[in-house]
């Protein structure tokens, strides 16, 4: 099935120049960008955002770091979008994150981990909306 998800590179890995790298990986795998801006979230709009984290012990620390500098938003479409996303991603912790994965290559620790992507088609339902309306999506 074609599905849709959404992808941020976070502030860490815009800050380090490394966006272009990601978006290369991301047309490498297969995917097709029918969405992408660049915005500097505010820190009311990162915990609107984050709002399903809100009783989390890192809630107030991860919204300070998603609204330090730029993001780059996108939506990607292909096939199973949102688990394959998730595996080029890599796990949270680029520790533990597999070899040749984002976060591996260019996130820095659990917080500081290069990119986001949605977790289910529910989250990527409200995310996209969140950041995009119809008629940016081509
Ligand atoms: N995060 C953090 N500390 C933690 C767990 C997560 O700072 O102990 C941050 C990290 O940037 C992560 C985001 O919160 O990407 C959302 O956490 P989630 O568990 O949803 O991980 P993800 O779906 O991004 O892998």
């Known amino acids: 099935m074609v599905e849709r ?3 941020i590179i976070k502030p860490d890995c815009v800050a380090a120049k490394n ?6 990986m991301l047309e490498e795998n297969g995917f097709n960008i029918i969405g992408m801006k660049k915005i500097h979230l505010t820190k009311k ?4 955002f984050y709002i399903v ?5 890192f809630y107030d620390s991860l919204t300070d770091f998603m609204s330090e500098g730029p993001i780059v938003v996108m939506v990607l479409e292909k096939e199973n979008a949102i688990a394959d996303y998730r595996k080029l ?3 949270t912790n ?3 994150a597999e070899e ?8 820095s620790n659990i917080e ?7 977790d289910s088609e529910e989250s990527a339902n409200y995310e996209i909306k969140f950041f995009f309306n119809e008629l940016e999506l081509v």
Do not use: C, F, W
């Not at 984290?53 to 012990?57: G, I, S, V």
């Open 5 to 7: 998800t959404l992808s």
């Open 19 to 24: 966006a272009g790298k990601v978006i290369s």
């Open 45 to 48: 709009q990162a915990k609107k």
């Open 53 to 57: 984290h809100k009783d989390r012990p």
């Open 89 to 91: 991603m890599g796990a």
């Open 94 to 96: 680029p520790e533990e």
């Open 100 to 107: 040749g994965t984002i976060r591996k290559l260019y996130g």
């Open 112 to 118: 500081r981990n290069a990119v986001h992507g949605s």
